[in-house]
């Protein structure tokens, strides 16, 4: 069974950090594109970042660029969202994807997704 397990969402003040981590048990990552989406109140999903399955490109979204990193990690099959200078605006729920795409490149076309876990920036 194909499922993506987010973790380590939570309270964090403005300028804290934070790491999400998500395990893909039945994934083989070799043969995924991964992403990061976010979903805040009232507004559509976005994607946040990806990274293709060889795991030398990444994409950001302009307004987390040089804040946010994403890695894989293929020998746990997990996939990170490091999360430093947060900002308010960054509280939403953070979802896992999964995209059928094998090589060098990532473009946010979903096959898969986790349930999602909240952060919150807030003082």
């Known amino acids: 069974q194909l499922q993506l397990v987010e973790s380590g969402g939570g309270l964090v003040q403005p300028g804290g950090s934070l790491r999400l981590s998500c395990t893909a048990p039945?994934?083989?990552?070799?043969?995924?594109?991964m992403a990061w989406f976010r979903q805040a109140p009232g507004r559509e999903r976005e994607g946040v970042s990806c990274i293709s399955s060889s795991g030398d490109n990444t994409n950001y979204t302009d307004s987390v660029k040089g804040r946010f990193t994403i890695s894989t990690d293929s020998a746990k099959k997990t996939v990170y969202l490091q999360m430093n200078s947060l900002k308010p605006e960054d509280t939403a729920v953070y979802y896992c994807?999964?995209?059928?795409?094998?090589?060098?490149?990532?473009?946010?076309?979903?096959?898969?997704w986790g349930k999602g876990t909240q952060v919150t920036v807030s003082s």
């Open positions: 994807a999964a995209e059928m795409r094998h090589g060098r490149t990532c473009t946010f076309d979903i096959a898969y």
């Open positions: 039945g994934f083989t990552l070799a043969y995924y594109a």
